[in-house]
């Protein structure tokens, strides 16, 4: 079965710092990963997918990288700003018959402040 | 254009009574998947479609659970004999294919009394 962490499990830091979230997986036939962000109440924005045959992919102030055999994949944010105040998950898809369901992490709750 | 679409936002209900969330996925998506959330936690997969089929049913947690995509777009998830644990948020996403990035919905966050 895919197990899925995310560490730090709450990170608060002033405006302005840049930032690293981990993720790591325990089964390293994934097919894709999907970072995601969820504001309290909300439903799931979609951030990042990095395909398994890729290593990394930026938008913006974010940039997730995949490292498929340690298991580990990092998302970078850039300038933090109060606006990403939210909840990260991360959320991986193994090949084979279960491809379209997503394993997800717990998440990492963050903090910026003013 | 618009995004997925869940009803209703928020239900309430008595242990032991029925009730149906809708998701109406993104236009054109063939795959429509549902997850559950509970506090705390991250998602936790129960089914997905591909078409009007259900492709994965294996995360449903027992008979009480059953959803439907009859023609291959809005679907409906259904849960007989409510249970308190069964109060958590139902979220619906919906992908273009199944190997591709999943759209998630604002759920319904459902309370069973």
Redesign the interface.
Known sequence: KQE?TQIPAALSVPEGENLVLNCSFTDSAI??L?W?RQDPG?????LL?IQSSQREQTSGRLNASLDKSSGRSTLYIAASQPGDSATY?C?V?RRG???????????TQLTVWP | GAG?SQTPSNKVTEKGKYVELRCDPISGHT?L?W?RQSL??????LI?F?GTGA??D??LPNDRFFAVRPEGSVSTLKIQRTERGDSAVY?C?SSSR??????????TRLTVL
């Open positions: 899925v097919y894709n999907q995601f909300k439903g799931l924005t979609s997918l998950l959320a898809s018959s279960t491809l379209g369901r997503l394993y997800f992490g717990r998440g | 997925v795959a998947y997850y705390g936690q991250g998602p936790e997969f997905y591909q492709a994965d294996s995360g979220l996403a199944t190997d591709n990035e999943q759209f998630f919905g604002p759920g």
